[in-house]
């Protein structure tokens, strides 16, 4: 068996998410190019050891460009902060490697670009982390729609809240600031909603009008207490869109919505019917197509099961559900695959650059207070 040796870079969520996928990709699909985990990296060594020994990397350490220059790796995830992803990605791709990079790809439309500019001029594949779109019930779903059976798709409708910063108590952190995060809920979550609007409508969002609000405009300094500090970036976000597709539709994103933990919800609506989605229940659709009878007409649910691949090289029964890291490990699946073959991957760093023009030009009409057509 083919072995590819992979780097982390970030040992919060993320990192952790990447490294139990690596583990566990081989032994679920049984590839033909296993992940041989080499080495993790973070800013503080004592937790870069600690990550380490958790995670079964043999060697860690502080500094990315360690990462970058280890000649056992050819394969690299990016799980730091928003304004470290282009630095880090793109002296990677220099350097002939694959990148794994999570969302949102940078905190500026130029750092994205010259991200996609170096994709496009390595010979390494690259990734954006959009796992929601990876899920079998979403690409089930996107089945049922390129095969017509809810007819030609009119509209799309999306939310994605959580309540992360719901309270204003909690302290002020790089999240909220535009100089390390760029935008806040539009980067953080909405970014989610396009990559899932753009693989569901096979089309992509061409005009639209944005709105933004901070709720808590100020928060408690965790290097202070006694002092505040302000929020520059969007807590609440939304925006009407044009699809290329001649297709409408409404998105929308909040990071302060009390009560909702991981709350995406998703509806296309056909000429001929409905899908609709809950990431809640990320196992099951629900579909509307018009019944001979009208009595019997209803929204039914699909459970998830072998039939929808890659369901089955996780489980042989129907109804047992898959969880996030499972869905991160598709993830990864269709990024080994396209190293091994040489093949594409969606979305990669030319995709994602398209999703990061629909997030500028959410974030330049909300403050423009205009329509904008996506360039």
């Not at 060594?45 to 995670?55: G, M, V, Y």
């Not at 079964?56 to 470290?84: A, K, M």
């Not at 010979?123 to 954006?128: A, D, E, L, N, V």
């Given at each position: ?55 079964g ?26 304004d ?31 991200m ?45 809240d959580?309540d ?66 302000s ?6 976000v939304?925006?009407?869109?044009h ?15 009390w ?115 996506v360039?």
């Amino acid at each position: 068996m083919k072995q590819i040796g992979v780097g982390v870079v970030g040992t919060g969520f993320m990192g952790n998410a990447h490294s139990i996928a690596y583990s566990a990709s081989a032994s679920v699909f049984g590839t033909t190019l296993r992940p041989r985990l080499e080495i993790v990296c973070d800013l503080s060594p004592e937790r870069a050891s600690q990550r380490a020994t958790n995670l079964g990397f043999p060697n860690y350490t502080s500094d990315w460009r360690e990462v970058v220059n280890h000649p056992q790796v050819d394969l690299i995830s990016v799980c730091t902060p928003n304004d470290t992803h282009a630095e880090i990605s793109i002296a990677a791709l220099k350097a002939g490697k694959n990148v794994w990079c999570e969302k949102p790809m940078s905190t500026s439309l130029a750092d994205s670009a010259a991200m996609a500019a170096a994709a496009a001029a390595s010979k390494g594949k690259t990734i954006i982390g959009y796992n929601y779109t990876k899920n079998p019930a979403v690409t089930h779903a996107r089945k049922l729609i390129e095969s017509g059976v809810i007819g030609r798709v009119a509209g799309f409708f999306c939310r994605y809240d959580v309540d992360n910063e719901a309270d204003g108590n909690r302290p002020w952190s790089w999240r909220m600031s535009r100089d390390k995060s760029g935008t806040g809920a539009n980067g953080d979550v909405l970014s989610h909603v396009i990559s899932v609007a753009h693989f569901l409508t096979g089309s992509t969002i061409t005009r639209l009008s944005g709105d933004i609000a901070i709720v808590h405009e100020e928060r408690r300094d965790p290097e202070n207490p006694n002092a505040v500090k302000s929020v520059d970036n969007d807590d609440m976000v939304s925006a009407l869109v044009h699809f290329e597709n001649g297709a409408k539709g409404h998105i929308g994103a909040s990071r302060v919505t009390w009560g909702r933990k991981c709350g995406l919800r998703w509806e296309v609506h056909g000429t001929k019917g409905t899908i609709s989605f809950d990431q809640e229940r990320l196992n099951e659709i629900k579909l509307f197509t018009q019944q001979d009878d009208p009595a019997t007409d209803g929204f039914r649910t699909i459970l998830t099961g072998p039939l929808h691949p890659p369901y089955d090289a996780f489980l042989p029964n129907g109804g047992h559900s898959l969880g996030y890291m499972d869905v991160k490990i598709c993830e990864l699946h269709e990024l080994l695959t396209s190293i091994e073959n040489n093949t594409s991957v969606w979305p990669d760093f030319s995709a994602g650059l398209i999703i990061e023009k629909v997030m500028d030009a959410v974030d330049r009409s909300a403050r423009e207070q205009r329509w904008i057509d996506v360039e």
